[in-house]
């Protein structure tokens, strides 16, 4: 599906993502005396892929970290799943915890255990009781979901390409069947042929799955290819949201040459080169 067509159907869908599952109000962060956020909102809707874009050190990052609870804000609130975020107690934090997937830039993997054995993680945490063969068996479903051989699954981190690793980050972020994902650039590093499909992967595993997916990224095609919406950071905040169609219009510096420059309109290009002909 093209990002108009995506466009089309969020507009159109009765009620379908209308329940937002992460809302941030008045956020603030600072750094000693730089404001990196002031005033931020933004709301993430229930099965939306979200994709947030912004120049480097709009705090892109900063914004996940602080969402996900490893940083305290200056100021503002947070609620993710109706939860309050920074005022939650550890039942809250665990729910939380439990019910959200994340992939670090660089995948995060502990290097001295196997793909298996990092996927377990997690399993081993929040679910001590479960049997050693049932942790593997989950284990070895969540690497065939992140499409890894399953031979994958008794590798080492340093045995897996790039892709692969980003591949076995996503299992482990699935371990716990989260219904909210975030992805921090995810396909930087990638060439575009595992970039590609790794969007891809992002997609289908949305779609089966239900996944309500915070996506950080630099890379157009990714935005053109699988986001609902896109928000922009800029001057403290977010300055836009909704879908790429309205956005890119957006009248702002960055704005503009970001979706406007000679890459973007080759990712344009790309993704109606995918969509399929209208029927007359
Ligand atoms: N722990 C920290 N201590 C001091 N400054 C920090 C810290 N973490 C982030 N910053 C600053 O906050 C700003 C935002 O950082 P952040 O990593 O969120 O940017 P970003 O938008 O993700 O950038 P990029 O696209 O380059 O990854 C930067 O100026 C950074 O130097």
């Not at 993710?80 to 660089?106: C, K, M, N, P, W």
């Not at 284990?139 to 992140?146: E, P």
């Not at 890894?148 to 045995?159: E, F, I």
Request: proline share 5%; net charge negative; hydrophobic share 45%.
């Amino acid at each position: 599906m093209s990002a108009q067509e995506r466009d089309a159907d969020a507009a159109t869908a009765p009620g379908a993502d209308d329940e937002i599952i992460v809302r941030v109000r008045g956020l603030e962060n600072r750094f000693g005396s730089q404001v990196v956020h002031e005033g931020l909102d933004l709301d993430v809707r229930r099965g939306e892929i979200l994709g947030v874009v912004g120049g480097s050190g709009t705090g892109k990052s900063v914004l996940m970290r602080t969402i996900l609870g490893l940083r305290t804000p200056d100021a503002g609130s947070i609620e993710v799943f109706g939860i309050d975020a920074i005022e939650a107690d550890d039942a809250g934090r665990s729910y939380i915890e439990r019910h959200t997937g994340v992939l670090f830039q660089d995948g995060a993997l502990f290097s001295s255990l196997t793909v298996g054995e990092n996927v377990e993680v997690p399993l081993k945490e929040h679910y001590p009781g479960l049997s050693a063969s049932l942790r593997y068996e989950l284990a070895l479903l969540k690497v065939k979901l992140a499409g890894l051989p399953a031979d994958a699954l008794d590798k080492l981190p340093s045995q897996l390409s790039g892709g692969m690793r980003k591949r076995a980050g996503v299992a482990r972020a699935l371990a716990l069947d989260p219904p909210l994902m975030f992805l921090d650039e995810p396909t930087a590093g990638l060439d575009p042929i595992g970039a590609a499909a790794f969007d891809d992967l992002v997609r289908t595993l949305q779609e089966a799955l239900g996944l309500t997916v915070f996506l950080i990224t630099h890379d157009l095609d990714t935005l053109y290819a699988i986001c609902d919406r896109v928000a922009v950071l800029a001057d403290r905040r977010v300055l836009a949201i909704g879908p790429l169609s309205e956005v890119e219009r957006v009248d702002h510096p960055w704005v503009q040459s970001y979706f406007h420059g000679p890459r973007a309109r080759a990712a344009r290009a790309a993704d109606s080169a995918n969509t399929p002909a209208l029927e007359a």
